[in-house]
């Protein structure tokens, strides 16, 4: 008889999201590598359970006081590229450079993902991710199975987007059922030539605007989104600090010219210190903004650049590591308004102004283009959208307590009042806000720009009656008196 190994750690440390602001120490940490032994922890115990693919959430949406935290990073027993459908079978597991690496293989690339490599299939899924691409809106609509392990029968089920299931597990937030892996569509691993294309921020939405309305008015995506003979493939604007007028548009379109670099992939490698030090720079330095903001757009302009699609999808999020995320830390913002008429201008006039006002350390600022989907019921961009991405550097309010090897953090209250301010105005404006960042949003300001969370809590109460799956996000948002538990409904 075959036993099953177990990884498990009796005596977990105390567990922080990747900004370092949100902490829980958990009463069990399982680590499974097949389908099998997860089905296994999770029988095996009725403390809730909080889902962790690479760490790299901001937020809290990993951590859960006194549960379980399931490690899905070990969860790869499934990578198979099928030719005849070109579509890759891949476990929640696996991160992007992996599935990167083994398309390369076979000329083929990742349909959609973020703009950084190091995350894992099962996390962009649960947070409907979307990247600088233009002919998916979302990593929904490059989805063609999921696989999911549903707590309310203890049973594996293969789903599609016709299942009632799909749009609450796609951008779900591992609140509905365990994400154990995907079929996803692939693409051909063309090359690819950088443009660049510069305007003021008042003019950003025409740079924009140029055949972007193909994507919004036709079924198929694989159109000319940009100005010019070959289809722009990833599209993103840069506004820097310091030169806020002034906006960089980034496209990236099929090309025939030939390649600048022989590299396929890019490598991922622990960074030296001096881009620690050059980030540490950023986030503390007047100057180094300066600097940056006159030489990056110099340098993206004057440079050709001819790469692989795959070399452009691989990037390391390690690259902007810090030296130190105390007493300052980095974290994200993103919020969405309508494509449609003076939204983007609009917003960002508050934006300034928020920063003026609260002295925002604001490292960068960038637009994406996200175009209208359906399918996530937590959905973000039920509009075509303009995404803008906030990167900015917060105090760290937090106090250590070395001798018990504990980190107990308290939120900035100036940056939660300006958070909430800016999402008021992105909702007056018809717009949303992303949610796997800090929980500074109010409970009723989620309602508002999310709707249909009450389709999410009848879903919950179906698939996961005892209410297990949670998480800091979903204890704040989805409180246990409005999830009832099987014995709670009595």
């Known amino acids: 008889m075959n036993t099953v190994h177990v990884r498990e750690r009796q005596m977990p440390k105390r567990e922080t999201d990747f900004a370092q602001v949100h902490t829980a120490t958990p009463a069990v940490v399982y680590t499974p590598e097949t389908r099998e032994m997860l089905r296994l922890h999770i029988e095996g115990s009725s403390l809730p359970i909080s889902v962790v693919g690479s760490a790299y959430s901001h937020g809290g949406h990993t951590l859960l006081e006194g549960g379980i935290r399931l490690e899905t990073s070990k969860l790869k027993d499934a990578m198979e590229y099928d030719p005849d459908s070109e579509t890759i079978r891949v476990s929640a597991g696996y991160k992007w450079i992996d599935v990167i690496r083994h398309l390369d293989v076979v000329g083929r690339s990742v349909a959609e993902m973020q703009s950084y490599a190091n995350f894992s299939v099962g996390g962009s899924i649960s947070v409907n991710c979307h990247g600088r691409g233009t002919q998916f809106q979302t990593i929904a609509e490059s989805i063609v199975e999921l696989e999911v392990l549903v707590l309310s029968s203890m049973e594996f089920m293969t789903i599609t987007r016709e299942h009632e299931l799909f749009g609450a597990v796609v951008g779900g937030y591992g609140l509905v059922a365990i994400i154990v892996g995907a079929t996803l569509q692939t693409r051909y691993n063309c090359k690819l030539e950088r443009y660049v294309v510069r305007s003021t921020w008042q003019d950003a939405k025409q740079v924009m605007l140029q055949n972007a309305r193909d994507v919004m008015s036709q079924d198929t995506r694989d159109v000319l989104w940009y100005d010019g003979p070959r289809k722009t493939l990833f599209y993103n604007a840069n506004i820097y600090p310091k030169q806020e007028n002034v906006v960089v548009h980034v496209m990236w379109r099929e090309t025939d010219s030939p390649l600048t670099t022989q590299d396929r992939v890019q490598e991922h490698k622990d960074y030296h210190w001096k881009s620690m030090v050059g980030e540490q720079m950023l986030r503390r330095g007047i100057l180094s903004k300066y600097v ?199």
């Open 292 to 490: 940056r903001a006159f030489l990056e757009p110099i340098t993206l302009q004057n440079s050709k650049a001819v790469v692989k699609r795959n070399y452009e999808m691989s990037y390391d999020v390690s690259q902007h590591e810090p030296l130190l995320r105390f007493p300052t830390t980095t974290v994200l913002q993103e919020y969405f308004v309508p494509f449609e008429g003076d939204a983007l201008c609009d917003f960002l006039h508050c934006l300034w102004s928020s920063i003026k006002k609260y002295r925002i350390n604001v490292l960068n600022v960038s637009l994406r283009h996200v175009a209208k989907t359906t399918i996530p019921i937590l959905n973000y961009a039920p509009v075509h959208s303009i995404a803008i991405v906030l990167y900015f550097n917060v105090a760290n309010s937090q106090s250590l307590n070395l001798s018990a090897g504990n980190i107990i953090t308290t939120n900035d209250n100036k940056t939660v009042r300006w958070t909430q301010e800016l999402i008021d105005h992105a909702l007056r404006l018809g717009g949303t806000f992303y949610l796997p960042y800090l929980l500074h949003a109010t409970p009723h300001q989620f309602q508002r720009a999310y709707p249909s969370h009450t389709r999410m809590r009848e879903l919950k109460r179906k698939y996961d009656p005892q209410n297990r799956l949670r998480n800091q996000f979903t204890e704040k948002y989805f409180p246990l008196s409005c999830v009832p538990t099987a014995q709670t409904r009595k």
